[in-house]
């Protein structure tokens, strides 16, 4: 029972939620402890959220998710749990978040908030609008990094907050070329279906776009006058050619290798994609912080 939970709660899934570090590590507070402190804070309460954001969706789909291939081994589908043990997890996860949140910055839990209200239009229509799907999911990553701001009190700058926006405007396009790439039998259209409104030319020009502006607006934040300010020197250039092999290697894993379904299955296996944000982690932390 234990294992069905935690997949009812998609603990793997949690690794989106990094992204409340982002001000964290940019605002060279990273190192120290109360700042630190708020932000794991701030990052277990959006697993808890994120989670709870599973279950509604997960009880919203149920019978959807019951007439599809993978998706209906999934605890709720499967009746490994039940709909009413599932409401009772999401009600204990609420009050979790609810008490929790009121103790930090009130602007952060109005992010929960919104956050909250977004995935549930999210799950009950907007999944079904085409276009509208993917910038609801750049929105989550959005606040995210927002959230991250507020609960340690910084400021976050443009640049970044539009490279959150494309990267993850990106991630779901192409979770939708790959959707559409693997959309071979009805039960899988029918399942999601916003794909048929979609095209694989379309996805493909648009993730082109969305790549394109990831990295002109990420080398644009790292030569801009505020962070050149900030850090003291214009060194941040020099993690560009990560993010530009992060962004290429993950189109050549979607278009070469049939992936894409599954972006934290992707991050966490792909052995050179592991590399690559471990040695961006590393090479920015010596440049923000100065350790040479």
Known sequence: MIKNYLKLLRVPQWIK????????????HFFDK???????????????TSSLVYIINDIIDIEA??????????????????????????????????FTGINYNPYFLALIGSYLILNLFYSLKWK??????????????MIRVI?????????????????????????????RKSELSNS???????????LTDYSLDFTNHI?????????????????SQRTVATFGNENLIYTTPFVVFGIFRYMFLVYMNKQGENTTEIIITDIPMIFNIIFYILTTTLIVYKIF
């Open 128 to 141: 079904h609008i085409v276009l509208v799907d993917i910038f609801c999911i750049a929105a989550g990553f």
């Open 184 to 194: 071979q039998n009805i039960e899988n259209s029918a399942n999601r279906k916003v």
């Open 207 to 223: 993730s082109t776009i969305a790549a394109s502006a990831v990295i002109i607006c990420y080398a644009l934040y790292t030569v």
């Open 17 to 28: 939620n990094l992204f409340v570090f982002v001000p964290l590590l940019f605002s060279k």
């Open 147 to 175: 959230a991250g701001a507020y609960i340690i009190n910084v400021e976050v700058s443009s640049w970044l907050l539009l490279t959150t926006m494309f990267i993850s405007l990106f991630l779901a396009i192409m979770k």
């Open 65 to 98: 998710d019951r007439a599809h291939p993978v998706k209906k081994e999934r605890p709720l589908p499967s009746g490994k749990i039940t709909k009413k043990q599932a409401s009772v997890i999401a009600l204990i996860l609420f009050l979790i978040i609810i």
């Open 34 to 48: 109360d700042f630190l402190i708020l932000s794991l804070a701030g990052f277990i309460i959006f697993c808890l």
